[in-house]
């Protein structure tokens, strides 16, 4: 049986020879190409994104991704809404829930208001087994708990950064200078405007207490980063500090 050619099966058309001398450099024998490259690189370039160096666009490691414009000195960057923050030179910090800062309010209170209770009970009994016309002497220790919360908790944020009531729920009040310092306080400034702003409405007659109580409860009105007026007026931040499970 031939071929068209005429050839029997198993030789090569009249004329032409197989290849057997040397292929270009790169052409497997029998003069087939190759449709991809030897190497595990794509075709048109090397690899994109080598580990361990970020992308173009992309800010070094460590450091956080801010989204839009970049917040104002003194302020956190909202990483999670109403749960997570973070400063320029510190990770993701846990923001602390309103039950927890409820019960450091309530241990706080206990620890200002038993003595206090205390001492007006006595002042109250030798004023009347004395000269009760002398009643009016009570009007001057109304600013006394204010006065008393500006120097415990005043000197206690400053130094510590919490007070007995906020480590027992697991606080700590923190400025974008004192975040990355585990236990610094927050200074005489922020601490006191802070209370300030807190405890001073008190004093004013009729409606003081009801700002007051507008000032404590201020913090639901911020589902960002759950700082109430008095955080806004010193650039505070109320973290967690109990760990995570």
Not at 150 to 172: C, D, P, S
Not at 200 to 205: Q, R
Request: contains cysteine.
């Amino acid at each position: 049986m031939t071929n068209p050619y005429g050839q029997p099966p198993g030789q090569q058309p009249y004329g032409q020879y197989p290849q057997t001398g040397p292929q270009p450099y790169g052409q497997p024998s029998g003069g087939f190409q190759q449709p991809y490259p030897q190497s595990g690189y794509p075709a048109y370039g090397p690899p994109q994104g080598y580990p361990g160096q970020p992308q173009y666009g992309q800010p070094p490691y460590g450091q956080p991704q801010y989204g839009g414009t970049p917040p104002m000195p003194g302020q956190a960057h909202i990483v999670v809404p109403g749960s997570q923050i973070q400063f320029r030179h510190t990770p993701p910090l846990v923001l602390a829930t309103m039950g927890s800062r409820f019960l450091a309010r309530v241990v706080d209170g206990l620890i200002i208001g038993v003595p206090l209770t205390i001492l007006v009970l006595i002042l109250q009994l030798a004023v009347l087994a004395g000269d009760p016309s002398t009643w009016w002497i009570f009007l001057l220790f109304l600013p006394l708990t204010s006065l008393s919360v500006l120097v415990y908790e005043g000197a206690m944020l400053a130094t510590r950064g919490a007070t007995v009531g906020k480590n027992v729920a697991g606080i700590r009040i923190v400025t974008e200078q004192s975040a990355g310092q585990p236990g610094a306080g927050i200074g005489g400034g922020p601490a006191f405007t802070r209370l300030a702003t807190m405890v001073l409405p008190g004093l004013i007659p009729c409606v003081g207490g009801l700002v007051e109580l507008l000032v404590v409860l201020s913090p639901f009105f911020d589902e960002q980063a759950r700082q109430g007026w008095h955080d806004k007026a010193a650039k505070t931040y109320a973290i967690s500090t109990k760990a995570l499970y």
